[in-house]
């Protein structure tokens, strides 16, 4: 008796002694490792913004976007694709990458397109010269229509770097500041491509962009714009832009935060006398420009100053963030220096097209969403085209005939 209560004492001593040296062996690993709930996964980093408090209104899922040249739409395009992507929606795709472009489009230039059985289409978004009566054939009645413009000066000195090999009046000029100083000694109205050269976004909005300037035909063309459009966006203020979009299309910061698509190595710095030239040139761009960049900015007061410059500081830090996460450096990169092929930039014009290289230490899913974010868009018009069309013809290209989703989800 004497002795097996010894052993107790002895056994619970014992015991004691284990749960002491446990107990202090998870203190000291505390210290050294975070705990696990401490831990972020790069997927809850990726997915993790906060949403709206109270949101009354419900997201626009028929949006028509009219891609204008050298504005930055690239950039725009990326963000709709991939919100249609993610969210199953269906997209009005051109058989090859444009509409027939700079032909006015046509209704039948849709892929799967039928007169007859009318297949449903939730967002158009490629290039094309705008033709409104027959946008409409194609787009919901409730569709969103918005567009983007910037400054004709600067424009044109993309445009000349970009589609100097195309447009005539562009290859006759031995070089950009002779073409500023005398571009009507180049430019002849009707040959190829030159409407590159003048007016582009009058030409891409359907208008006669060789009409000579009246401010009565000009205020004509703002009118129908006004009346078909229910943004205007400018490739300047591209933030403040990207912060109405979401506004009226009532979606998520995540929608809208996009990394800079389809831009050029380098540019050329224009005076006061070339940026003053380069808008009488293109007169009614200018005249359209100056317009909607008082209402733009009549928006924006509307929307509250305040507010947003909050709005964008959410959204640069949001797209810091991601880049962080996403990829590999904080600038864009030569085509030459990306070894995917899914996400190089196609390569035109005289200038280097830069794209973005993606982290290769990132989980699966992850990986993904930020690949989406940098897929240019002749790829990611691929990838539509191939969840919209599975079947494959014989040669390879899809069937036009079959989409596969027609028209009443």
């Known amino acids: 008796m004497r002795l097996s209560h010894i052993c107790s004492i002895q056994i619970l001593g014992f ?23 401490q831990q972020i996964s790069p997927l809850r980093l990726i997915t993790a913004v906060p949403q709206p408090s109270h949101r009354t209104c419900q997201p626009r899922r028929h949006v028509m976007f009219l891609k204008t040249h050298k504005t930055a739409g690239s950039t725009i395009l990326n963000l709709l694709h991939r919100y249609g992507d993610r969210n199953g929606l269906f997209f009005a795709l051109p058989f090859k990458y444009q509409f027939n472009y700079p ?19 939730d967002i158009m978004c490629h290039h094309m010269r705008f033709n409104y ?13 918005f567009t983007i413009l910037r400054d004709p000066a600067t424009m044109a000195e993309s445009s000349f770097s970009y ?29 190829r491509s030159n409407h590159y050269a003048r007016n582009p976004l009058w030409f891409d ?28 966006l400018l490739a300047e203020h591209f933030d403040e832009s990207m912060i109405l979009l979401k506004e009226e299309l009532c979606w998520d910061l995540d929608d809208v935060v996009t990394f800079k698509l389809n831009s050029r190595g ?11 030239r380069l808008r009488a040139w293109n007169a009614l761009d200018w005249y359209l420009y100056s317009y909607f960049n008082r209402t733009f900015w009549d928006k924006v007061e509307h929307f509250g100053r305040v507010k947003m410059e909050n709005e964008v500081k959410k959204l640069q830090e949001r797209r810091q963030h ?35 290289a993606i982290r290769k230490d990132l989980p699966p899913e992850v990986r993904t969403r930020c690949v989406r974010m940098v897929t240019p868009e002749l790829q990611y018009k691929d990838l539509l085209d191939a969840r919209q069309f599975p079947l494959k013809a014989s040669n390879g290209s899809a069937l036009a005939a079959t989409p596969a989703r027609a028209k009443g989800r």
């Not at 380098?266 to 003053?276: A, C, F, P, Q, Y």
């Not at 904080?330 to 973005?356: H, R, T």
Request: hydrophobic share 35%; net charge positive.
């Open 163 to 191: 589609y100097r090999a195309v447009s005539s009046a562009f290859k006759k000029s031995p070089n950009f500041k002779a073409f500023i100083s005398h571009p009507s000694h180049y430019y002849r109205q009707g040959e």
């Open 322 to 356: 991601l880049a962080k996460l996403c990829l590999e450096g904080s600038e864009p990169v030569v085509a030459d220096q990306i070894k995917e092929e899914a996400i190089k930039p196609f390569q035109f014009g005289q200038e280097k097209i830069l794209g973005w």
């Open 266 to 276: 380098t540019s050329r710095t224009l005076s006061h006398g070339d940026i003053e």
């Open 205 to 232: 909005l359907g208008f006669n962009s060789d009409a000579p300037f009246t401010e009565m035909y000009a205020k004509a063309g703002i009118r129908a714009v006004e009346d078909t459009f229910n943004l205007v």
């Open 15 to 37: 015991g004691l002694i284990v749960l002491m040296a446990i107990g202090f062996t998870i203190q000291i690993l505390g210290t050294h490792f975070p705990k696990r709930s």
């Open 133 to 145: 009566p027959e946008v409409r054939k194609v787009m919901p009645s409730d569709s969103f229509y």
């Open 103 to 121: 032909s006015s489009f046509q209704a039948h230039r849709v892929k799967g397109y039928n007169a007859s059985s009318r297949p449903h289409y």
